[in-house]
T-cell receptor, first 113, second 115 residues
């Protein structure tokens, strides 16, 4: 069964802290994505990666960075958390070939105080 | 730039009713269209994916159709049940200039099925 996991379901951090969100998929997918979801705005793409050590900016990369050292793991880093980064963060993966069906993790609800 | 719209934003129906959720998109050069279900505070669960060469896909009580020429997709839910209550999102994939697939999501339709 296809599976995408995220390191935390809920996270509370303080302004200025460095925050790591991790995502792991067990489907041997090449492509991985980080989105944030906010009421009224829907899902917005932060970064994606199409291979190990490769990354591309999405629509809202400011204030974030990513790391993909292994094929199965894609990390999102908030260098200095701010209150406007309070959001639901969703990780997804797709295979490079085929129908490109997206599979999502359970999400991390991050609150920055 | 692709835009995806879902109307209505919310829908309430009595149990047992058949219903249709709508999704419209502005750029018909899509690679595929995917429907998801999202329960409160949870991630997205894939329901159906329709590739650009297909007209519809079915899974159990769910049927999704795609009309690229009119920029529309519908999700039909037969004999609705209270457990179908959730937010339903559609997402269109288009090729982008970098050669990757660009995914655009709708805001979703929040469905409530009343027992």
């Amino acid at each position: 069964d296809v599976k995408v996991t995220q390191s935390s379901r809920y996270l509370v951090k303080r302004t200025g802290e460095k925050v790591f969100l991790e995502c792991v998929q067990d489907m041997d997918h090449e492509n991985m994505f980080w989105y944030r979801q906010d009421p009224g705005l829907g899902l917005r793409l932060i970064y994606f990666s199409y291979d190990v050590k490769m990354k591309e900016k999405g629509d809202i990369p400011e204030g974030y960075s990513v790391s993909r050292e292994k094929k199965e793991r894609f990390s999102l880093i908030l260098e200095s958390a701010s209150t406007n980064q309070t959001s639901m963060y969703l990780c997804a993966s797709t295979p490079r070939e085929g129908a490109n069906e997206q599979f999502f993790g359970p999400g991390t609800r991050l609150t920055v105080l | 730039k692709q835009e995806v719209t879902q109307i209505p934003a919310a829908l309430s129906v009595p149990e047992g009713e058949n219903l249709v959720l709508n999704c419209s998109f502005t750029d018909s050069a899509i690679y595929n269209l995917q429907w998801f279900r999202q329960d409160p505070g949870k991630g997205l669960t894939s329901l159906l994916l329709i590739q650009s060469s297909q007209r519809e896909q079915t899974s159990g009580r769910l049927n999704a159709s795609l009309d690229k020429s009119s920029g529309r997709s519908t999700l039909y839910i037969a004999a609705s049940q209270p457990g179908d209550s959730a937010t339903y999102l559609c997402a269109a994939q288009n090729p982008n200039s970098g050669g990757y697939q660009k995914v655009t999501f709708g805001i979703g339709t929040k469905l409530q099925v009343i027992p």
